[in-house]
């Protein structure tokens, strides 16, 4: 599993633990240590129905199973599990007044994740796997948000759904060394806005063999 720190957009801080069930020839599991980029977002699915909302630090738990291949071993899968509690906020200046809006809740997916090993170098030392995942999301969301439709305006929300998630990503490794980029999203619909939370992350890294 990976434990880390996601800070706020566009800041960098230290994974706290990174743990993952991932194949290798000698052991079951992998830790890595190093730095992530990584928030949340919160946006309506149609555009512009919302100001969309941003994290602040939150700790993310994610469990992915080891890599599976198919026979021919250029293609893989495996099933990631991701659960989560964050915390959004924005900032609004509507005829010189500020309007502060803030929501929290928590969302969790679970998908199988389809990968191709694009690259193999000549030695086991470098890869790079591209994959794309889709499967069930949950998200809860509580406090309030500005709605731009039909005319702008603070709204509260205390809803939770059952929707979909997809995800995207790409990990190059390097020896130890790894750099793991990737983009989850889950769409509800919560009290009858169609909103869709995002969270991207990049990671670098060093794998400690244990």
Same mark, same amino acid.
């Given at each position: 599993m ?40 919160? @946006?309506?699915?149609?555009? *512009? ?6 994290? *602040? ?18 293609? %893989?899968?495996?099933? @990631? ?15 010189? @007044? ?14 199988? $994740? ?11 030392d470098?890869?790079?796997?591209? %994959?794309? %995942? /889709? ?8 406090g ?6 039909? /005319? ?18 790409v ?11 990737? @983009?989850?999203?889950?769409? $509800?619909t919560?009290? *009858? ?11 670098? %890294? ?5």
């Amino acid at each position: 599993m990976y434990l880390t720190l996601s800070p706020t957009k566009n800041c960098i801080t230290p994974i706290i633990v990174a743990m993952g069930l991932l194949s290798s020839p000698s052991y079951g599991y992998e830790t890595i240590a190093g730095l992530t980029v990584g928030w949340t977002n919160l @946006e309506d699915t149609r555009s *512009g129905d919302i100001n969309p909302q941003y994290s *602040g630090l939150n700790f993310t738990l994610a469990l992915k199973t080891d890599d599976s291949y198919f026979k021919d071993e250029d293609y %893989g899968y495996y099933f @990631e599990f991701g659960l989560d509690a964050y915390s959004l906020s924005r900032l609004d200046n509507w005829i010189g @007044e500020d309007i502060y809006t803030s929501t929290s809740g928590s969302y969790f997916y679970l998908f199988p $994740v389809a990968f191709y090993e694009a690259y193999k170098g000549n030695s086991s030392d470098v890869s790079v796997k591209i %994959g794309v %995942g /889709a499967g069930i999301g949950y998200v809860s969301s509580y406090g309030n948000l500005v709605v731009n439709y039909p /005319a702008p305006a603070v709204r509260d929300i205390s809803d939770a759904d059952v929707g979909y998630t997809y995800g995207l990503f790409v990990r190059y490794t390097y020896k130890n060394f790894v750099l793991h980029i990737k @983009e989850y999203t889950t769409y $509800v619909t919560l009290d *009858g806005l169609d909103l869709n939370l995002q969270q991207p992350s990049i990671t670098l %890294g060093y794998r400690l063999d244990m």
